[in-house]
């Protein structure tokens, strides 16, 4: 089967959308398939270029046997809602051009959350005169109107149109959380055409192991129990919540706060650190994603956080995966699917978003009873590893692509 997948992000990056669209490609090629991805040249989330890149027209690679085609981008940080969307409209434009430079495809998929991508998947498909199949990772505009980042009436109606015009239009949906399956329903969309692929990890990469002393030395966290925070500083974790806790915590002196990662809310926590003095608390950027398994091995504490907004309550946080497929004890400061998926799995420790004194009291729980901790832990690197290993998902991605392509290989 020759695929043509059409996604905003990838490697380099090292935000959930690439990471899952890089790893189920390569699964995809390890399958026998031909896999081309048509991406942008890698910038997020600061708006500036990886190194070894340059943000030319068109620029072609090879990764894990993967064909990669680099468009050109308008280059922005990840911040300031018209540039982005300036950013994402333009990647659509450009996927499309860029799809021109590759034969005739048996099947075409594109990735959201931001669906101009999505769009772009849409038009390529009907070019080529080959199916489209639309993988939903978020629901937009839902999000962005719910993050108050977008007002406007008409602009939220004429998104709402494209949004449903996009799902109509798809010959196959990939979802990954059963709560967008009842979305799409309602947008008209016949069961049969929608298949359920979680996210999961990638079991080469995590999986139980020592903790490393020199990581933590090397960030003066040595001989403390850390509470870290692992992902995207962005909007949609109300991140506010573990400085709230720090705060309250700060007379036990041997508990250390970490925020790993980067994103559009970076700015104002760093603000916020120094004007509250949060010794406790130390922001360490965005890390390599190599380095991600030791960081997940040597925390005590990793934290799933998304703040009190219904359509938070359909969002599955690839990171819980990763956290638990490592053992590590895990909070989760959410609502809905996730919330039930680890209390019916007894992964985990479930909080109220938003609550720093049921944060601060889990805290609390994980130190006075580790062994109950690690019982917790342990069942969840089970329950992933029945269920979530990104090879499988990926595989059975492919066989619902395989529905639409012919099964042609």
């Not at 720090?246 to 700015?267: H, K, N, P, T, Y």
Request: negative net charge; contains cysteine; proline residues 5%.
């Amino acid at each position: 089967m020759r695929i043509l997948f059409i996604g905003h992000y990838f490697p380099p990056e090292v935000n959930a959308p690439a990471n899952r669209t890089h790893e189920h490609a390569r699964e995809w090629v390890r399958q026998g398939h031909q896999v081309t991805v048509i991406t942008g040249v890698p910038n997020h989330p600061h708006g500036q270029l990886a190194p070894g890149y340059e943000n030319r027209l068109i620029q072609e690679e090879t990764m894990d046997g993967i064909r990669v085609i680099r468009t050109w981008m308008y280059l922005t940080a990840n911040a300031g809602f018209f540039r982005r969307i300036a950013n994402f409209v333009l990647f659509g434009l450009a996927a499309v051009l860029a799809s021109l430079r590759v034969e005739k495809p048996d099947v075409v998929v594109s990735t959201t959350p931001q669906f101009f991508a999505g769009l772009a998947g849409a038009i390529a498909a009907r070019i080529k005169g080959v199916p489209f199949v639309l993988e939903v990772r978020d629901l937009w505009p839902e999000s962005i109107v719910q993050l108050g980042q977008l007002r406007n009436e008409r602009i939220i109606a004429l998104l709402e149109t494209i949004e449903s015009w996009l799902y109509r239009s798809a010959d196959g949906i990939v979802v990954n959380t059963r709560s967008f399956i009842d979305h799409i329903l309602r947008r008209g969309v016949d069961r049969d055409r929608i298949e359920l692929v979680y996210n999961g990890i990638d079991q080469d990469l995590f999986y139980p192991r020592p903790k490393d002393p020199e990581l933590l030395a090397r960030h003066g966290l040595e001989n403390r129990f850390v509470v870290a925070y692992i992902g995207t500083l962005g909007l949609a974790h109300g991140l506010e919540t573990v400085l709230d806790t720090a705060e309250q915590m700060r007379d036990q002196s041997d508990v250390a706060f970490a925020l790993i990662g980067d994103g559009a809310d970076r700015a104002r926590l760093e603000e916020e650190i120094r004007e509250r003095k949060l010794e406790n608390v130390s922001l360490l950027g965005l890390q390599p994603r190599d380095t991600i398994p030791a960081w997940i091995a040597s925390v005590d504490v990793s934290l799933v956080m998304l703040r009190d907004l219904p359509v938070f309550e359909t969002v599955i946080p690839s990171k819980t995966f990763e956290f638990l497929a490592e053992e590590c004890p895990v909070i989760v400061a959410a609502k809905g699917e996730i919330r039930r998926m680890v209390d019916e799995a007894k992964a985990g420790f479930t909080i109220d978003p938003g609550n720093p004194a049921q944060l601060a009291e889990a805290i609390r729980e994980i130190r006075a009873h580790p062994s109950d901790a690690a019982a917790r832990a342990r069942a969840g690197r089970n329950w992933v590893e029945q269920d979530f290993v990104r090879s499988e998902l990926a595989k059975r991605m492919s066989r619902f692509l395989e529905r639409f392509a012919g099964g042609s290989n």
